[in-house]
């Protein structure tokens, strides 16, 4: 058990990274349909709002840096703070539980980006490869 426990520990800072990118690749999608209408959805989007374009940017080119991990720990906090933003504007005054007000995702993305704040970007990053040249040379 002692093993399993050693390899699990020693794969953390990879599967953190997997995390990482898998979120943000899921992420940007929320802004590439917002901007750019892919992927197709079923709401139909007129002319952006300033919030819901600003929404759109963040969600693209913030989730973009993520996926990178680049400027990890900063990105994830502003992601953070839209998504507890998102959440409180336009899911809680639909109700009370996240299950019917549509706003688990919200709520799920505001916590793992959260998470991210604190563990950084993982071994497989961006900022983790400045840091080892910055240590390096």
């Known amino acids: 058990m002692a093993k399993l426990e050693a390899i699990l520990t020693q794969w953390a800072p990879r599967i953190l990274s997997i ?4 979120t943000a690749l899921l992420y940007i999608q929320h ?9 197709e959805s079923a709401r139909v989007m007129g002319e952006l709002s300033p ?10 080119g913030g989730g973009a840096l993520f996926a990178i991990g680049l400027f990890t720990r900063p990105v994830a906090f502003i992601l953070c703070g839209m998504m507890a933003v ?3 504007m336009a899911h809680a005054p ?6 019917n007000n549509g706003g688990d995702l919200a709520i799920l993305f505001c916590f793992v980006f959260l998470y991210f704040v604190f563990a950084g970007g993982g071994a497989w ?3 983790n490869v400045i840091a080892k040249k910055k240590t390096a040379g």
């Open 19 to 22: 995390l990482r990118i898998m």
């Open 31 to 39: 802004g590439t349909q917002k901007l750019f209408g892919f992927p």
């Open 51 to 60: 919030l819901t374009l600003t929404a759109g940017l963040l969600e693209a």
């Open 86 to 88: 998102a959440y409180f």
């Open 94 to 99: 639909r109700g009370f539980f996240p299950i």
């Open 125 to 127: 990053s961006a900022d």
